[in-house]
């Protein structure tokens, strides 16, 4: 293979075709996107606050239908004299709550997109990938400014605006399905080395008004808790093919040579905001029960080793990150001493999962990461 190198990855499990969004079924009785804004709207709701709720409705899956089919975007770049290709997979829109025909965009803050972005094994889109998708996009809307003011970054102003959006799509929904990719409409939140010249600063980037010209040039002018009614947020699937071989979003981003096919400001370090729970994954040890599981992140599948001081009962237990409980995974006798259970990758998609160990003796709880 061309240019190997350590962003290739064995990423079993992952197909070029068919990406959808790693979130639950929405629930039947889920607020469409109108009563998800007014229990938002209140001045008094302070911003955590409102951010968890968000991402209580996120994670429950309150996500319209068409936001879960992702849409694949190719880039290419000479790199040693050879035209490399990578394909990733975003969503078709930015980051909503409710239903295919009443939904609500959302802006937020860095720490919740973030994680929002582990819980479903994305990550977020750099400004050349921002580019990308808008020259990709089959749906391009003009962007709706409103007059700067005290009040565009409250919840009010938000919903004006995703009401014009919302009269946008829908005029031209009958030759433009919903699902079809679709930019113009908001500003990102983005990656970039920028993130780390300043701490607890968002990066925003984009709101084209057609290709080469963004209304937004990049910027972390703003602390990481501003948010007003322009921002939006572009799940990019971290999973994605280089040359038609498995890697990763942040693997690319990482290496010396390959980072241009994502980036425009060279390689990333650290290709993701500070506050990611998957940025301290490693294999896991107690020295105390001779508990380990590892590899951690898993690809294809995970060994859980404990030790027993005696016979006993033990239940092994998967969940995903919103707590759901989605498997057990062993409920048997074990002998005393060391035992292992192996775990297949199965069905699973990327993203963040924690596994419950539970005996007389053991209680413990591991968080691990499905790439």
Known sequence: MRLLSAAILSVIGFSATAQVLNLPARHAGALD???????????SLSLTNRENMIYTEIS???????????????????????????TYYVAPDYLMVGTDTNYFLCPMSPMLATKIADLTGCTLPTRKMVNDIYGAATVKLSPSTIPPSSQMSTVPIFDQENT?????????????????LTGGDKKDVVISNMIYTT?????IYGWHTSVGNPIQPMTNVHADTYMDYSHGIRLVQNACTYNGAATTVKAILQSSTLNTLLSDEGSMTKPWYPYSVLTGMQDLSYADSGLKFYPNPMHTGSTLEFNLPADEQVTVELFDASGRKTEVISNQDFQEGANQVVISRGALRPGLYLLSLRSSSLSRTLRFVVF
């Open 60 to 86: 429950n899956g309150n996500v319209p239908s068409f936001f879960r089919n992702l849409k694949p975007v190719t880039s290419t770049a000479v790199i040693s004299g050879i035209t490399e290709t990578i």
């Open 199 to 203: 701490a607890n600063r968002v990066v």
């Open 33 to 43: 996107g109108n009563q998800f804004e007014a229990t938002i709207a209140s001045a």
């Open 164 to 180: 014009t959006i919302r009269g946008q799509r829908n005029a031209v929904v009958a030759a433009h399905p919903l699902g079809e």
